[in-house]
């Protein structure tokens, strides 16, 4: 199985690699008007305090946190392609394989596997320009609910105007590399439904953008035994906004999440709901000249975010509380070093707080 996955990945690398060639040598590529490739490489380091080092175990590492190969391909003035693969930890995984279509100029048909429009910080930052490390505890919730990230499906939208996009996404909902195949069982946990997302954007002006999006989700197993029969619907309406002071260096992000899962997915006599906050900011300042001693340092900054999770609103101390903050060295446009420290606070009695320092070197190709 592993010598299989190694010719799988020696195959992708070679082909990234012809094909580079072929356009260093301006040798027309068939079928297409322009193709265009890119990558990224990032190695993380994590010191997790919750974790006790001992003969059996360790509590710091290095790992490969993303290691991605993107090629995208124009076909006509109307037609263009994405694949996107991540071959961290010699195992090949398909990220992004999108086709795109324009409709009546500004407008455009996707389909594929992809990112559904959820929550900004989620869908419109590449994981190669986060303000921190890694994407918030909101991101995560709501990855893990299936409401956001890759999902399969197909997406319509375009902008409304100068200032406004919409988009109206229908998905299987089972998550990143999640087929729903018609005529399989629904015993499973999938193939029971599918989620519908929608979103709307708006351009304040040149520093404020403002976004609001919706999902609706069906989940669980169905059963023909009513008893065992626990398919529901999770929702959730979601604002967010963007505030850029380009000339200060300054970014800030942030929303809020109110959803709700239904009783028949969880087994409960009633509807539960949950509530999710984020705010993280980044300040950047370019330096005047590159420091040819430090690798060609040309920038230095700074971010801190706090994020807040509410998962069960009739449970009581339930919630948890996360700060993260650390500096960033960038090295060029598209090379950086950030140092992030992170903070769990459970707010159940008892809970002891969780303390990591999480560091990532990124490199975008």
Not at 192 to 212: P, Q
Request: aromatic share 10%.
């Amino acid at each position: 199985m592993r010598l299989s996955g190694t010719k799988w990945l020696l195959s992708l690398v070679l082909f990234f690699f012809i094909n580079h060639t072929l356009l260093a040598d301006d040798i027309e590529i068939k079928n297409a008007k322009k193709w265009s490739f890119s990558g990224r490489v990032q190695m993380q380091h994590l010191y997790d305090s919750n974790t006790d080092a001992d003969a059996g175990r360790t509590n710091q590492g290095f790992r490969m946190r993303r290691v991605r190969l993107q090629t995208s391909v124009k076909m006509t003035d109307f037609v263009s392609g994405k694949i996107q693969f991540d071959i961290r930890d010699n195992a090949p995984v398909l990220k992004d394989a999108e086709g795109e279509i324009k409709l009546f100029g500004e407008g455009y048909f996707r389909f594929g596997q992809f990112k559904v429009p959820v929550w900004r910080e989620e869908f419109k930052r590449s994981s190669g320009k986060l303000l921190l490390v890694e994407r918030s505890a909101v991101a995560g919730f709501l990855d893990g609910m299936l409401l956001s990230a890759r999902h399969v499906g197909v997406e319509i939208g375009g902008e409304l105007g100068e200032k406004a996009g919409f988009a109206i996404n229908y998905s299987n909902g089972a998550g990143e590399g999640i087929r729903e195949t018609a005529g399989s069982t629904k015993s499973d946990d999938i193939n029971n439904g599918k989620m519908f997302a929608g979103r709307l954007d708006v351009e304040l002006s040149e520093a404020i953008e403002i976004g609001i999006s919706a999902v609706s989700n069906t989940l669980g197993n169905e059963i023909a035994v009513d008893s065992l029969d626990n398919t529901g619907t999770v929702t959730a309406i979601a604002p967010d906004f963007g505030f850029y002071l380009k000339d200060a260096g300054l970014d800030i992000e942030g929303g809020a999440v109110f959803g709700s899962v239904s009783k028949d997915f969880i087994g409960s006599a009633d509807n539960t709901s949950f509530m999710l906050l984020d705010l993280t900011g980044r300040w950047m300042k370019k330096l005047a000249t590159a420091n040819e001693n430090f690798g060609g340092i040309d920038g230095i900054g700074f971010a801190a975010g706090f994020s807040f999770i509410d998962p069960n609103g009739d449970v009581e101390k339930d919630e948890a509380s996360y700060v993260r903050f650390g500096p960033e060295f960038y090295f060029g446009k598209n090379t950086r070093i950030q140092l992030n420290g992170e903070i769990e606070m459970p707010a159940a009695d008892g809970a002891d707080s969780i303390f990591k320092i999480r560091s990532q070197f990124t490199v975008n190709l």
